[in-house]
């Protein structure tokens, strides 16, 4: 007797089993998600399969995890040739019951932490509660500060009242010169963040963060390296919005070049960030501070174009998602610099670098060279120190030397 379980998944006999009630939902699940029809067709056959295999053993569904899936596959492999991905979409299977209810959530690991790793994860609840920093600068954070704490402790307790100046010095003399520049001042930044916190947090009376070494370098160094206008016009006419993922693309580079958003911005861009009648384009930025910008006309019309006649169906609220299953929103500003580079490769265009970020030092370059004032470049592309938009006084020297004063007694 068949059973039908989608339009384009039919089974030659019925299910059975203690996974049989779910498997219409599973496969309803990956359908939603973007999966091909050949893939879930297999997932499900698989399911079905495993279904019968727990109930010939007696294996009730709430009992079931990864050990069943490995004895499962074992004696399929005795019947037939495995498959590349029977152990992926049976894992899938696993996820989706967890998800559910209906059987045992997946065990987590019984290692103790370190009172450093203690120390260290309160650190980092602190500064994903109360200072809202982006993920990435705690991801960066994170390990230099479990670092330094067991480097001080070991394995012992955390006692912060104990740390001195000499500590913090020791530890920045003994790894800051193994690391590049850049790795080296994000270990002193983030040293100096911990010692802040630990002042007002940990009982640490003198501040320690006054003591961490500053790491030799000029504050600007050079001048961000910056795509052309050439160039950007080059990559946005090489893609061909006659596909969903020309459309998004297109959409996705528009609004680096024309708003200066940062990549983690663009990847977390949700519908309803999208003030259509208004004009206007709500944007989370660092340290999770909104703000809210004009759309200009090109811009809105690129991302509604992908919105109507690209945008998958996908219960994600976020705008721009994967083109392939599971569908579902961007994790992160990765996936963006991915699409740039893919972008660059293709069109055959040199730019200065592969990343996303050089849009963003493109529109205050080009912002400088029209007229604007720092004060309106740090405005548009929301610094919130000053001292980070005076690197693009770098930038138009030619500019610059308007401004010079004249040789006193003439031209030599």
Not at 53 to 77: A, F, H, M, N
Not at 93 to 100: A, I, P, V
Not at 146 to 162: E, I, S
Not at 168 to 180: D, E, G, K, S
Request: aromatic share 6%; with cysteine; net charge positive.
């Amino acid at each position: 007797m068949k059973c039908v379980i989608t339009d384009h998944v039919v089974l030659s006999r019925s299910l059975d089993g203690p996974i049989a009630a779910h498997i219409h939902a599973f496969a309803a699940s990956r359908v939603a998600l973007g999966y091909a029809t050949y893939s879930i067709r297999r997932e499900i056959r698989l399911a079905a399969g495993f279904s019968r295999w727990l109930k010939q053993r007696g294996i009730v569904l709430r009992r079931v995890d990864t050990t069943q899936v490995s004895q499962y596959l074992r004696d399929r492999r005795r019947q037939k040739r495995p498959g590349a991905g029977d152990a992926a979409a049976l894992r899938h299977l696993l996820e989706f019951l967890r998800r559910e209810g209906v059987t045992r959530p997946e065990p987590t690991p019984s290692r103790r932490w370190t009172p450093a790793e203690r120390a260290a994860h309160a650190y980092v609840q602190y500064l994903r509660e109360v200072r809202a920093l982006a993920g990435a600068t705690i991801t960066n954070y994170a390990p230099f500060i479990q670092q330094f704490l067991r480097d001080r402790f070991g394995h012992g307790p955390v006692r912060l009242r104990g740390l001195t100046a000499r500590d913090v010095v020791r530890f920045v003399q003994r790894h800051a010169p193994r690391l590049h520049l850049r790795r080296a001042k994000l270990l002193t930044n983030a040293l100096r963040s911990f010692l802040r916190y630990a002042r007002y947090h940990g009982g640490v009376t003198r501040d320690l963060a006054a003591a961490v070494p500053a790491v030799a370098n000029w504050s600007m160094p050079s001048i961000p390296r910056a795509i052309t206008d050439d160039q950007v016009r080059q990559l946005l006419a090489s893609i061909d919005r006659r596909t969903a993922m020309g459309r998004r693309d297109y959409a996705i580079v528009l609004l680096l070049a024309r708003l200066g958003l940062r990549a983690n911005e663009v990847a977390r861009l949700e519908l309803e960030d999208l003030q259509w009648e208004a004009g206007q384009l709500s944007v989370q930025g660092k340290w999770g501070h909104r703000t809210v910008l004009p759309l200009p006309a090109d811009v809105g019309a690129a991302i509604a174009a992908y919105v109507r006649h690209g945008r998958p169906p996908c219960p994600s609220r976020r705008v721009f998602l994967r083109s392939r299953a599971p569908i579902h929103g961007f994790l992160g500003q990765c996936a963006i610099g991915s699409i740039i580079r893919h972008r660059l490769h293709r069109a055959g265009i040199a730019a200065p670098t592969t990343g996303a970020h050089q849009f963003r030092h493109a529109l205050a370059t080009r912002m400088l060279r029209h007229g604007a004032s720092l004060t309106e470049i740090g405005e548009i592309l929301r610094h919130r120190s000053p001292q980070t938009t005076m690197v693009y006084a770098k930038v138009d020297l030619p500019a610059l030397r308007t401004l010079a004063l004249p040789w006193p007694g003439g031209a030599r």
